[in-house]
């Protein structure tokens, strides 16, 4: 849970700071870490009643609150905790009269129809989701002043044994060596939208491009031929439905691979964006990890991992490690040995790499130790192994 808030944090951080405003989290340490309950629901009604604060907040900020109350005291497995949530902003308020309409389908109040976006649907469709895990939305808004949604969850505790973690956690730190210059196009009417992927790739030496609209996105594809393309669902002059229908409509369009970025949580919308000739669909807001787990099953990206807790306890006999290590290495056939002793004394990864491999064929573990230690530039070790 505490991922979930900190997620939606890093999300909405640059659409806050784009317009100048403050956006604040305020978390209880009453609030469970690890909890049994709907998580596309409660991270689309934060998105929605977050969206909407930022919308119509033009100077202040936007404060989160979460607290948590235990409503039963029963073993742990069966502990209920009501969550508490609150969403206030320093924005344009509401009207008295027009509170009684604000969670209609369809039904915008005043502001909104002066703000030209969205449908009125975001708070219906919140209200439902949190009615359906157990609590209800109440508002309180002051023209000139500011509003404040509040609603509960009903949940139930858990422990972080319980939480299934994806299989790679750690961190994406370089490109591997010996790829081509990836040209990746993302294509978002929202400058802080694009602006998260930017930051997140550019340090690795990707090539980038942006644009705001399909139809530039069109013609950034056409005359720079981008690997990849991240592409925004929604968006004025041309949305990414057209956008995908013509660039995949061109025989060089299929050598590019297309993932959709949406906010939709409705499980119909991935049937439609993947008819539509997309390779693959992504919901916002999205992981690190899920970016570059699509760019690695699209186009080949492989990376360098920041080293993790998984080497620390064979780390910590260091003594015993080096000694398997030299082992192992002597009894590699041919010049083996000297190859890997010369890549390894210059720090060459390049020259290091093709020649764990070579290893790997008769030699899967060791070939496995050597690139966990090369992968995290552990070449101070792999250094000591060939020391007298």
Sequence with gaps: FYRLLDDLEDMFHLKADDKRLQLIFEREPSVSQYLYTDEVKVRQVLINLLNNALKFTVEGGITVRVNAKITAQADLNQQQSLIEFEIEDTGHGIAPVELDDL????????????????????LPISRKFVQLMGGDVVVTSEVGQGTTFKFDIQCQLSEASNIKKPAHEKRVIALAPNQPRYRILIVDDKWSSRQLLIKLLNPLGFELKE???GQEAVDLWNEWQPHLIWMDMRMPVMDGYEAIQQIKGHTKGQATAIVALTASVLEEERAVVLDAGCDDFLRKPFKEGDIFDLMHKHIGVNYVYEDSGETAESEGDEETQLENLKSEIIQLSGDLPAKLQEAIETADL??????IEVVGETNKPLANALAKLVNGFRFDILQEVFED
């Design 211 to 213: 644009a705001e609209n």
């Design 350 to 355: 390049q020259a290091v790499l093709p020649i």
């Design 103 to 122: 969670f209609k389908a369809f039904v915008q109040t005043s502001t909104g129809k002066q703000s030209q976006e969205g449908t009125g649907l975001g």
